[in-house]
């Protein structure tokens, strides 16, 4: 697929993105008035871990559930002007209007871990809001495979186009559905986050991969998917490109990696034929997701890919969904072992869930 991509400004100079399976007229004019951007956030050097964390104090004040005839992803009618000036859409990406990270004003150089003396620094980066359609109802799963893979070309494109941003290190494509992980917004939606650092858990998967490919000249993330196929018994779903399993040491109740067979460091690099097998197995896994327990299932499904300028060809890509229910009445909550130290604790094993997830009649 060769998605016609049309680039306009919004009232206040943001940029969106509008994705089209096919040429569209898009020349829609964000007609509300200006309002003044917020400040660049901070970000500070925790030096007890050596992780930054980022102080964005704007987000307070963003849109918390509202209605549906309220909704800012829905596209623009007579009453309501929304972040879409469009009256319709396919799939459209914009810049987040109260950014965790934002373009710096001027040049950005990351501060070495170092100690108490470490300065504050802003909280460069880029942060975009993809909506998967413009119905507000739904969710990605239930997505036509074509509308599917319209959102696979935009994270493709995203991906490559913010990767040149300079003061950019990670890029991660996310989306979070359900009150119960905090969700704001209930249309169909997802973000990209670009950190200025590599993230705590990318870094330690990063010298993992890095260590693994030094002593074994093969990616980690090839053996992994090899030693899946061997044992079949957690493999939820499969095409001649794609592997859908739960993770042999899974930390969720009901966690799925999907990964592609074939290594690939990141979205970008997917080939077409890869991109185009992809809807068709990311269905199938988020279908049985909810019919598990016939029941919506709040996740949050993040890619993970290798850093924008390193591990290139030792961090594979994957795309993790993980839910905190456990039962229908019942979510697993991060407690003392989890949210303090780290140190999470399963009460079912990988083979069960695998097992409940295949059953599902579809």
């Known amino acids: 697929m060769k998605a ?83 009256s319709n859409y396919q799939v459209v990406v914009f810049e987040n209007r109260s950014p965790s990270f934002a373009n710096p004003n001027g040049a950005f150089t990351l501060a070495q871990y170092a100690n108490l003396k470490t300065p504050v620094l802003s909280a460069a980066g880029h942060c975009e809001v993809i909506c998967f359609t413009d119905h507000h109802e739904g969710c990605f799963g239930q997505l036509p495979l074509s509308q599917i893979r319209l959102v696979m070309e935009a994270w493709r494109d995203r991906v490559k186009e913010i990767s040149k941003m300079p003061y950019v290190q990670h890029i991660a494509p996310f989306e979070n559905r359900g009150e119960e992980v905090g969700v704001t917004l209930n249309h169909p939606h997802g973000q990209i986050y670009a950190y200025p650092f590599i993230p705590p858990r990318t870094e330690k998967m990063v010298a993992i991969a890095e260590q693994y490919l030094a002593s074994n000249a093969r990616p980690l993330i090839s053996d992994v998917i090899e030693r899946e196929i061997k044992d079949e018994v957690r493999i939820i779903a499969q095409n001649d490109h794609w592997l859908a399993y739960v993770p042999f040491a899974s930390r969720y109740p009901y966690e799925i990696h999907v990964s592609p067979k074939s290594f690939v460091p990141d ?13 068709e197995i990311a269905k199938e896994v988020l279908l049985r997701l909810d019919g598990v327990f016939g029941i919506e299932m709040a996740y949050i499904a993040a890619w993970h890919q290798a850093p924008v300028r390193s591990a290139r060809k030792s961090f594979g890509l994957h795309w993790q969904i993980t839910s905190i229910r456990r039962q229908p009445g019942k979510l697993k909550y991060l407690a003392g072992s989890e949210s303090a130290l780290g140190a999470f604790i399963m009460d079912m094993k990988p083979e069960q869930s695998a097992e409940q997830l295949r059953a599902v009649k579809l």
């Open 267 to 279: 979205l970008a690099e997917l080939s077409d034929e890869q991109a185009d097998a992809y809807p």
């Open 4 to 86: 016609v991509r049309t680039d306009l400004k919004m009232a206040d100079g943001r940029t969106i993105y509008y994705f089209d399976q096919s040429p569209q007229t898009r020349n829609a004019v964000d007609k509300r008035e200006v309002e003044e951007r917020p400040e660049l956030g901070q970000m500070r050097l925790d030096v007890l871990t050596n992780e930054w964390i980022s102080m964005a104090a704007h987000r307070q004040t963003r849109a918390f559930l509202p209605p549906k005839e309220l909704c800012p992803l829905c596209p623009t009618k007579p009453g309501l002007d929304t972040e879409i000036a469009d």
